[in-house]
């Protein structure tokens, strides 16, 4: 019988132990973390602490609805350490992964105080909200994998160890969200030699006037064209950080360029005057573009098998510097890069060469 007792008394001891071993954390902060625990709600809202309204949690939504979350944990991540048998070295963090539709698409590691079961984050502002939100610059580099229609959007959340480069055995807390995403949405990269255009503007003219830079958004990153002018004509461009060249080849009768050709990794792109005003081009590579200048030189349009590319002149209305802004309207999603540039290309010198600006006077 005294045997026995020792024996309980033993167990009640571990037992106490093992519990203390938890640090003291938030808990369950209210009836909605209770009822939601492990996992993650959205809402157009932001979901604040403590002050919840489950009446307006959802996981369906329509493109550019705004969207907002809150995860709940069981305990805090540095319990969860604790479990791991983790050193947290007074700094506990977690990975938040973003897949879509299945697929693993994004991920960010951020730090959390230790003491939280649940904190709130953003996947899409509304229009009045300027913050940071990591979530958000996640999704927006995770859109190029999502289909025309509706997609499944997942977030999970788990504590990871820094120093070992390592996640948690066990997810701490989880869900998903289904968006509808229209068909005009898909203006990124298809692959490798394709690229979809926003918009140009000249910069760094020189005092000589004999060069100049057109600064280009592509992808929604920078690249450039630099035109160099005078006895020495030459052109060069950039993609990913690799330059190409756009070489002469011969001269018209007005003394002019009138045909140029791209090397790329295909082979050879060239580009081929049409007419004497230099409002028409052709630009031959594996397929045919056809350039043609719509209103005088203020409005262009590029045709081809993969659809149509515009540029608009936006510049200086009231100036001879009419043309140092263009805008885009890149409908050609499929076709490759290097035709769409040297089609572009085309229209710039075009434009140049019958204003009052040109770099190779």
């Excluded at 963090?93 to 697929?103: A, C, D, S, T």
């Excluded at 630009?283 to 043609?292: C, D, E």
Aim: with cysteine; proline share 2%.
């Amino acid at each position: 019988m005294k045997k026995i007792f020792l024996i309980s008394i033993i167990l009640s001891l571990l037992l106490t132990i093992g519990c203390n071993n938890n640090i003291e954390d938030q808990g369950m902060t209210s009836s909605t973390h209770k009822k939601y625990v492990k996992q993650i709600v959205f809402s157009n809202e932001e979901i604040n602490f403590q002050n919840e309204d489950s009446s307006k949690f959802k996981n369906e939504f329509k493109w550019n609805e705004p969207i907002y979350y809150r995860a709940y944990f069981k305990q805090s991540i540095e319990n969860k350490y604790l479990k791991e048998n983790w050193d947290s070295e007074n700094k506990t963090y977690y990975i938040l992964e973003m897949k879509i539709n299945g697929k693993t698409t994004a991920y960010d590691i951020n730090y959390i105080k230790p003491h939280w079961t649940t904190f709130k984050g953003c996947v899409i502002r509304n229009e009045n909200d300027n913050r940071g939100w990591d979530t958000t610059k996640l999704f927006k580099n995770s859109q190029k994998y999502l289909n025309p229609g509706n997609n499944t959007v997942e977030i999970i959340i788990t504590a990871y160890n820094r120093m070992k480069k390592k996640k948690a055995l066990k997810i701490t807390s989880k869900g998903n969200f289904t968006i509808k995403a229209p068909k005009n949405l898909f203006t990124v990269k298809i692959n490798e030699n394709t690229a979809i255009f926003k918009d140009v503007k000249a910069s760094s003219i020189s005092d000589s006037r004999k060069s100049l830079i057109f600064n280009f958004n592509i992808d929604g990153q920078n690249s450039h064209l630099k035109i160099r002018g005078g006895n020495k004509f030459q052109v060069d461009y950039e993609f990913n950080e690799k330059n190409y060249r756009i070489e002469q080849l011969e001269t018209s009768s007005s003394n002019l360029p009138s045909k140029w050709r791209i090397k790329t990794g295909d082979g050879y792109i060239k580009i081929i005057q049409k007419d004497e005003e230099q409002k028409k081009w052709q630009i031959i590579g594996k397929n045919l573009l056809n350039v043609k200048a719509e209103f005088k030189y203020k409005e262009w349009i590029i045709k081809g098998n993969n659809g149509t590319l515009k540029l608009i002149a936006s510049g200086h209305t009231n100036s001879n510097k009419w043309w140092d802004f263009w805008i885009i309207k890149d409908n050609m999603k499929l076709e490759n890069k290097h035709l769409k540039m040297g089609a572009i290309y085309t229209v710039l010198i075009s434009t140049l060469w019958n204003s009052n600006y040109s770099p190779i006077q």
